[in-house]
């Protein structure tokens, strides 16, 4: 008996007819996906009064994304819907994948005792959505308005007004400001007149849901060229309840309409299957159909309108980033914007939420552009220099990172105006960085929990090796940055020294964020870093530049290596992505001339017993 998930539908009637308001609304949210949602339940959270507009009568069904990630999962227990969420999930920590028949790469993500939650966890996007959905239907700052879709929109200094078709006709809507979160094919940005800019890669994805009570392990499973379906890429992921995620690339040659008939899809589902030599049954539950594409605006602030996920950026769907990346918006423009609707900041504050999320976009675009080059290659020296790799990494095992699908991780802020500088040399976790959620002992009692929840969701002030004095400073200069980000709390986590929150004998915590005694972390709401600071007097100037928008100084930081690679790594990565390259643009008649050319060049450089092992590595 399948346990598929379907969603909870609305009737219009059921809620409040939406009406015209003599004040503006204080915030509009475009889209009830998991990015509008979380939006609407920060600002609830922060006592800000919410509508969300969403012109469908239920939250999406289907899987569509799957993966959310441990930082994902830091950002729902800080909304105040994690503990449902992970009641639910089904955690998994790496992954195999077979050229053919053969094992090329069984990869796992990075996991520590320390760490407060696994790495990775799957559950259906529609599942994801109902258990926001509940928590804000609950919440009396929060009206829901289904089936209702924006028709107009006219914008002005101080407000926006919407034109809106509803069940109970068409209506108008003004309001101070409006999130459009309303997805990829977003009308927010239609309306608005903007365009996302960027790539598109060749490659037609199938995606099917299946129930299937199967006892392969929770793990991403890769085939490519797969002997049930030749020439194909299948991925398979478990998911919660026996349902099991499927998706296969079609070939260029292949007729997409014709492959996404259900008949077409049962077929090579069934292949697969049987060449798993599984026999037991399974329904088809849902199915879709993707392409990748690495696209955005140029800018995410527009006047009142804010955008943000899938209306602001798209990412390929290799390495898991849609979602995850669309959580951290969320959180992100949270504070931001209750900041500035609190009369606390600036409205310069809103343009580092844009220059720091189109930084995530781009951070997230590099890896994922890589991981969809090894997934859908799009021209010869791309699908040529695949193959090769697969090849090789069948008796080469140097080569299978190449085939690593650098799964999602926690993006950085190192060039937001927000981000103060550090001296150079300085070692550990930087200012702009994701402070990870690490497991504490409580100095008083001894019991276990993590700086997540002694942070809770405002900013934290993490010190480190106090003397008593210095610690009531401390205590004394946070609470001026409180009172100058109200309603925002502020909690002050001390590290060793006097009186110390977080017991830290071995100096793990310390040694982890390179913390020196004395110094100061400042962390922000949505988990990164914005300062390291010596003396608490200074949490005075961080107030200030916070609330303006700005940093002491503006500086050109490091782009992130936190998924680069290097070393010997480095080196085949720089061969594959320069040779493919080269292969495209040689003429067609000339690449094999260039091949050699370019092995006789490279093994006149290399000892006569390497170049003929490498020739019979290179050899079929």
């Given amino acids: 008996m399948s346990t598929y998930f379907h969603p909870k539908k609305y009737a219009a009637e059921d809620f409040a007819s939406l009406a015209p308001s003599a004040d503006a609304l204080p915030v509009v949210i475009v889209g009830a996906g998991p990015v509008g949602m979380g939006v609407a339940m920060g600002l609830a959270q922060r006592g800000i009064p ?40 089904l955690p998994w920590v790496g992954g195999r994948s077979y050229y053919r028949d053969q ?38 700052l929060v009206n829901f308005h289904w089936s209702s879709s924006i028709a107009g929109i006219a914008t002005g200094d101080d407000e926006v007004t919407l034109t809106v078709d509803t069940a109970f006709g068409t209506r108008e809507l003004r309001a101070a400001w409006v999130v459009a979160a309303d997805g990829g094919r977003s009308k ?54 026996d349902i099991w995620r499927i998706d ?6 292949d007729d997409p309409e014709a492959e996404t008939q259900e008949d077409r899809i049962r077929d090579r589902i069934t292949r697969h299957l049987e060449w798993l030599q599984s026999d037991i049954p399974w329904t088809l539950e849902w199915f879709g159909f993707y392409r990748a594409h690495a696209l955005a605006l140029e800018d995410f602030t527009h006047g009142r309108v804010l955008f943000a996920g899938d209306a602001a950026h798209l990412v390929p769907i290799f390495g898991v980033r849609g979602l995850n990346s669309g959580m951290e918006d969320a959180e992100t423009l949270v504070w931001q914007l209750a900041s500035v609707i609190n009369g606390a900041s600036d409205t310069a504050i809103l343009d580092a939420y844009s220059t720091e999320r189109r930084s995530a976009w781009q951070q997230n675009v590099d890896n994922a552009g890589k991981s969809t080059l090894i997934m859908s290659p799009g021209s010869h020296g791309h699908r040529t220099t695949r193959d090769a790799v697969l090849e090789l990494a069948t ?103 006097a009186d110390a929150t977080v017991d830290d004998a071995s100096g793990d915590l310390a040694a982890a964020l390179g913390a020196r ?79 050699v050319r370019l092995a006789m060049i490279l093994g006149s450089q290399a000892s006569t017993a390497d170049f003929d092992s490498a020739v019979g590595s290179a050899s079929r």
């Fill in 395 to 497: 008796t080469r095992g140097e080569f299978a990172h190449l085939i690593n699908p650098r799964q999602s991780s926690a993006t950085h802020a190192h060039l937001s105006p927000l981000t103060w500088p550090t001296a150079p040399g300085t070692e550990g976790v930087l200012p702009g960085d994701p402070l990870e959620d690490r497991i504490v002992a409580v100095s008083a009692d001894g019991s276990e929990t993590s700086l997540n929840r002694l942070r809770g969701a405002g900013f934290g002030v993490l010190a480190f090796g106090l003397s008593a004095e210095l610690a009531s400073e401390l205590a004394a200069q946070a609470d001026v940055l409180a009172r100058a980000l109200a309603p925002e709390t502020v909690r002050v986590i001390t590290v060793g020294g």
């Fill in 248 to 253: 296969y690339q079609l070939d260029a040659s």
């Fill in 517 to 595: 005694v004395g110094e100061i972390f400042v962390i922000r709401p949505d988990g990164l870093v914005l300062c390291r600071i010596s003396d608490p007097a200074q949490l005075g100037d961080v107030a200030k530049h916070l609330t303006a928008g700005t940093a002491p100084t503006h500086f050109d930081a490091a782009v992130s290596v936190t998924a680069a690679a290097v070393g010997d790594d480095a080196r085949r990565e720089h061969v594959w992505l320069a040779l493919s390259n080269a292969l495209d643009q040689a003429e067609p008649a000339d690449r094999e001339g260039m091949l």
């Fill in 50 to 89: 919410v509508t969300i507009l969403e012109a469908a009568d239920q939250v999406s069904f289907g899987s569509r994304a799957i993966c959310v990630s441990r930082h994902s999962l830091e950002v729902a227990e800080r909304l105040g819907f994690g503990a449902e969420l992970e009641d639910i999930v």
């Fill in 103 to 140: 094992e090329v790469l069984h990869f796992r993500m990075a996991s520590a005792d320390h760490d407060a939650r696994g790495p990775m966890v799957n559950v259906s996007q529609s599942e994801f959505e109902q258990i926001m959905t509940d928590k804000l239907l609950a919440h009396p």
């Fill in 188 to 241: 927010m940005r239609e309306l608005s007149g903007i365009r996302l800019q960027g790539n598109s890669y060749e490659g037609n994805y199938v995606i099917a849901d299946i129930h299937w009570e199967s006892e392969l392990p929770a793990e991403r499973l890769v085939w490519f060229d797969a002997p049930s379906n030749p020439g194909s890429t299948i991925i398979m992921h478990r998911q919660p309840r």
